[in-house]
């Protein structure tokens, strides 16, 4: 396999607080991982590091993720510009003509559930509606992988839920690679086929956990399977919760 990030024994303060103490891990192409751990413990820090945006103090880092479609937690939508308008915008950058961008988004809206509201603009969406438009442009990127911070935290239980289940779909369409940081243990089991497990700061890598469920079981939130999965991955978090603590 071909190694998308390889991050080795890399720490990372700011001043006096440690946020990042030896964390190492490595994810291939092609891979969905979700990046779960507590609150303020340092994982956008090591987002942006791996999107080459942030520079460690220590270790070494390798990554293919420069270009990739990037979600911040705040979903940046121009509010002059139509849905159609700001999904095309790394079209747009890319030099690419508007009737043949125009056509690309259009072809893409349906998978999106925003084909009648091609015309609409950011307010009045509602805030799921938002998140698939700023998806929807990370898509057209282009890129081969996708990175997600916290993607759904400001949403209601029931949209994220639905989203969760439409987002885990549109990937086994799509075929790219997922890289996304999460402090919510049920969207990190709903979306990953792995999960990084990181302590309170200075986080450290706790666990590297397969997560086995089909379709039906990642939908199914109260399934056995699905609750066995999340039973692993809190003992890690409360595991490293008290050994961060020590």
């Known amino acids: 396999m071909t190694p998308l990030v390889d991050v080795v024994r890399i720490a990372k303060s700011f001043g006096d607080l440690r ?4 964390v190492s891990f490595r994810i291939d192409e092609g891979e969905t991982v979700g ?9 956008t820090t090591l987002l942006r590091i791996v999107l080459a945006l942030e520079s460690a ?8 993720l420069e270009r990739s479609g990037y979600l911040p937690q705040e979903v940046l939508l121009f509010p002059w510009k139509t849905v159609a308008e700001n999904a095309a915008l790394p079209l747009e950058i890319g030099g690419v003509r508007r009737d043949v961008r125009r056509a690309r988004v259009r072809e893409e809206l349906p998978r999106f559930g925003l084909e009648e509201f091609a015309d609409a603009y950011p307010h009045e969406l509602s805030g799921g509606m938002r998140q698939r438009v700023a998806l929807l442009r990370a898509v057209l990127t282009g890129s081969p992988a996708l990175v997600l911070d916290e993607p759904f935290g400001a949403l209601d239980t029931l949209t994220r839920h639905r989203l969760q289940n439409w987002l ?4 086994e369409e799509l075929g790219r690679s997922l890289v996304f940081v999460t402090h919510d243990l049920d969207e990190a089991v709903a979306l990953s086929r792995r999960i990084l497990v ?8 706790v666990g590297d956990v397969p997560i086995v469920l089909d379709a039906h079981e990642r939908a ?18 409360e595991g490293g919760d008290r050994r961060a603590g020590e």
Do not use: H, M, Y
């Open 57 to 64: 103090d220590a270790g070494t880092v390798s990554t293919g």
């Open 198 to 205: 990181l302590s309170q700061r200075p986080a450290r890598v």
């Open 19 to 22: 946020v990042l103490d030896e």
């Open 168 to 171: 885990s779909r549109l990937l």
């Open 220 to 237: 199914d939130r109260l399934g056995r399977a699905t609750l066995a999965a999340r039973d692993r991955v809190l003992a890690l978090l």
């Open 35 to 43: 990046i779960l751990g507590p609150s303020g413990c340092g994982k």
